[in-house]
């Protein structure tokens, strides 16, 4: 039998609570849905999606050798588009989405965990689990855990990886030689003085700001769910005829 062509329908859902990363698979042997589910906490950045085909309807039309293939060729499939997507995000969207420094961070921080045919389940997710990288692809209001939230000037040089180092950190800048003072515009902030004599000023190191509008700049959820959906769709044909042949020799 040629392989079969699935057409495989992704959805995006809201949060879930677990390790972030995008999730391919689930279901048991012959289930009628594969899901890829994924989300965003404290630990980092994810996905929720749902792959649904007629995967159900396919186990019905094909013999029972072929039945004996879906497994396998489906967790093929699944291992396929997690590191397609894993390509995707790390060589395309995150260059595209940041001004980066450190050109291997991102592959450091994203790695798949492959499924079998016993575990139909393939991840992709942020090894590091970086809160931040979540209000990078969903944007959106950050209020503050205290009074105010310090916003980062220009004056703050992030490391490689894109964190604030821990010296320049607000806390540590308060406790060193920073205080909090108000511009002439009314404008709340942290700031230090630099230089000396004449040469002497004021230098803003952040913006205390009662809430915090984040852009939506990380594309990681749109071109995590097109990449899935599409990988997974061209690479299960070949992965069935694949092991359709390997079983026959």
Same mark, same amino acid.
């Given at each position: =039998? ?5 057409? /495989? ?10 390790? &972030? ?7 048991? !042997?012959?289930s009628?849905l /594969? +899901? ?6 404290r630990?980092?950045? +994810? ?5 649904? &085909? ?30 397609? !997507? ?11 989405? /940041? ?9 450091? =921080?994203?790695?798949?965990?492959? &499924?079998n045919?016993?575990?139909?389940t ?9 809160d931040?990288?979540?209000?990078q692809?969903?944007? +959106?209001?950050?209020?503050?855990r205290?009074?105010?939230i310090?916003?980062?000037s ?6 490689? &990886?894109?964190?604030v ?11 060193? *030689? ?17 230089? *000396?004599?004449?040469?002497? #000023? ?16 990380? #594309?990681?959820?749109?071109? +995590?769910?097109?990449?899935?959906? *599409?990988? /997974? ?10 092991a359709?042949?390997?079983?026959? *020799?």
């Amino acid at each position: =039998m040629a392989g079969p062509a699935i057409p /495989f329908l992704v959805r995006t859902f809201g949060k879930q609570i677990f390790r &972030s990363g995008l999730q391919f698979g689930g279901g048991g !042997t012959g289930s009628a849905l /594969f +899901g890829a589910f994924a989300g965003s906490n404290r630990n980092g950045i +994810g996905l929720n999606i749902t792959v649904g &085909s007629n995967i159900g309807q396919l186990a019905r039309t094909i013999d029972a050798f072929g039945k004996q293939q879906l497994p396998f060729a489906t967790s093929q499939a699944l291992n396929d588009a997690a590191f397609a !997507t894993r390509k995707q995000i790390v060589e395309r969207t995150y260059p595209q989405s /940041f001004d980066v420094k450190n050109k291997r961070f991102a592959a450091t =921080m994203y790695r798949v965990d492959k &499924s079998n045919k016993r575990n139909l389940t393939a991840r992709v997710y942020d090894r590091l689990g970086r809160d931040y990288m979540v209000n990078q692809a969903e944007g +959106g209001v950050k209020r503050p855990r205290g009074n105010n939230i310090a916003i980062p000037s220009r004056a703050i040089k992030r490391t490689a &990886s894109g964190k604030v180092p821990k010296a320049k950190q607000p806390r540590n800048v308060l406790n060193a *030689r920073g205080y909090k003072t108000k511009l002439r515009s009314g404008q709340d902030v942290i700031a230090q003085q630099t230089g *000396r004599g004449a040469a002497k #000023r004021q230098q803003v190191l952040y913006l205390l700001e009662q809430r915090a509008y984040i852009p939506k700049r990380f #594309r990681f959820y749109e071109d +995590g769910q097109r990449t899935a959906q *599409r990988s /997974f769709n061209r690479a299960f044909a070949t992965r069935f005829r694949e092991a359709q042949r390997t079983s026959k *020799r």
